[in-house]
DNA sequence: CTGAAAGCGCTAACAT
DNA sequence: ATGTTAGCGCTTTCAG
């Protein structure tokens, strides 16, 4: 009971410059880094007040009259894929990097939410969003580019939406797995994708499928395409496709979690990796060099994807003028491991 | 350029007021639902003014009057686990269900950052904070307990603090993984953990594992304990280890990452699992299942934990009265997989 | 060098 | 049933 009595009040700064005979303008100031105005003296008393009090400035009456908050919002549209995790770090050091903090929420790819979201981070001031966006509503888009509401899109691109936009060349993702299991002596390839029409991510990554296919001499006939319509269906599909398609000896998963699901299928089909069956696929999740077989892949810098979208929207958000829209194309890598080796001749 | 002409100004509560020709008070009145004093008419009208001008109320004028911002923040200590993922998901979710938005972000285990952000986070008059905490800011642990600031501590526990705790059974998961792997057969052995001297969670689970010996009859002579200092150095360390223990005929790794280094290292000593050890892993991740062998794990409930931790601190904010301090602690489970089958016996 | 006063957008007594 | 008014805590002209 001796010592500090611990009682909750809010301190505001006018309970500071009382404290120290000054106004709450002198504070203000002071605590703004507008110090040219005032004596070494008064800032001293000041800030001694400030630390006694412990007070610390109420952000929300700050916004208001500035109507800047110094933060950002992210609206991601799930939380179960690691990737998403690196490119969150990513942001979450960049507002680490310049004083901002950061909202997030998840659409879980509904537009509904999506909307919703949206319109609550803007009620809230908050100075720019980070978006994976659901691609279903367009008028929404639109509606945010012509207020230049600061906003970055990441990971897809919004058809006809002038933004910025950070993604990954998801064509040359494609091809360069697929490329590689060709060259690997594969020629009838499998793509297994997710069936989303508006998602550029997916149609990119078969379109670099099939340009790898064509540069190979290949045509349509060798096209092996499945979509798959939900995760929980993924195995079964998976499974039948691959018995209704004996021919198959190389597969391209376009998205991690399926290549998971891809795994189970093959396990259970009895089809050895590489020996019957290659596979590449899409993001080199932390267990990918853990499994068996060592999974090769396409990886996507994911940290930086979001450490960049981040910065660009805070460069956005500070530069008062008209600002520039920026594209930033990030390039995949292959990393290939024993899952696609080479089929070795048979002697 | 014909339609609505779209310029990004800032529409208030004034402008509905006055183009619905009725007072801010009555705009207000309505969009809170405090409607038994409006005739149908100028609700009806008010309505359809906040329509036609997308009237969004803005959230810090709000906040600045009620000193209730409908925002909780959440501090985590790194996004790299997957684990944090699932709790955040359950976390958002209940943000969804409940109307309130999420803060985010990272203390990377440094208690200087998270003082840090939880000051921000006051600054900007967040409800209340979910965190796991550095458990190396005591006083100001105990500064948030006496002035009341609502919170829930996650994972781990602070000793002598009385908060709001979340966390699973960690003795119990350390025991349940090492009763197993002793009642197929192992004896010698080894239990991987992180160093951290203040850390509940791989202190408990440690306890676990000393625990299941001596309820198997094995003294401290059977106590191997293999504190990893950081993650990189992970795989020499453990490496090391088992050359220098040769009995070893059983590994419970403590945490999901560390299970990873373990089985390259295990690959690289060429040691079979289960064959030549058996394995027991913590936290059912989404490869756990997929790797070779398939993983034995101790599985926690990540998304509950996460929903239930966001429901307290809710209902703690809510409840004006002096609030009920509540503990919960949720159990973990053994998935039984591969890893860890018995040995068989040598005819 | 310092302060008084107005006002950011909203809510809530307190009238009427 | 509706409006007037006084702030919430802060910044920022404008005056001194």
Known sequence: MNGKLVIAVRVTIADV????????????RILNGNLDHNTPETIKTVLKVVEELEYR?????????????????????????????????GVEDTCKEQGYNLMICNSDGDPKLEEQYIKEFQMRQVDGIVINPTV????????????????????????????NNVVVDNIKGGFMAVNHLLE???????????????????????????????????????????????????????????????MIDGVFSTNNMLTLELIEALKKLDKKVPEDI??????DTIW???????????????????????KLLINEIKSKESPTIKDIIFQPELVVRESSQEIKMID
Do not use: C
């Open 17 to 28: 410059a009382e404290k120290a005979g000054v106004s709450k303008t002198t504070v203000s």
């Open 57 to 89: 400035p109420n952000a929300l009456a700050k916004g208001l009259k500035s109507m800047k908050t110094n933060v950002i919002g992210i609206v991601l549209s799930n939380f179960r894929n690691e990737f998403w995790f690196k490119v969150l770090e």
């Open 136 to 163: 279903r509503n367009q008028s929404l888009y639109e509606k945010l580019v012509a207020n230049k509401y600061p906003m970055v899109v990441i990971n897809r691109k919004i058809p006809s939406i002038h933004a």
């Open 184 to 246: 690997n002596g594969r020629k009838h390839i499998l793509a297994i994708t997710f069936k989303h029409e508006n998602i550029s991510t997916w149609q990119e990554r078969i379109e670099g499928y099939q340009e790898a296919l064509t540069s190979h001499g290949l045509t349509e006939n060798f096209y092996y395409i499945l979509e798959i319509t939900s995760l929980r269906k993924a195995n079964q599909q998976i499974k039948k496709y691959l018995v209704d398609h004996a």
């Open 278 to 283: 290659g596979i590449v696929g899409y993001d």
């Open 288 to 310: 990918a060099k853990h499994i068996n077989p060592p999974l090769t892949t396409i990886r996507q810098p994911s940290y930086d994807i979001g450490k960049e979208s981040a």
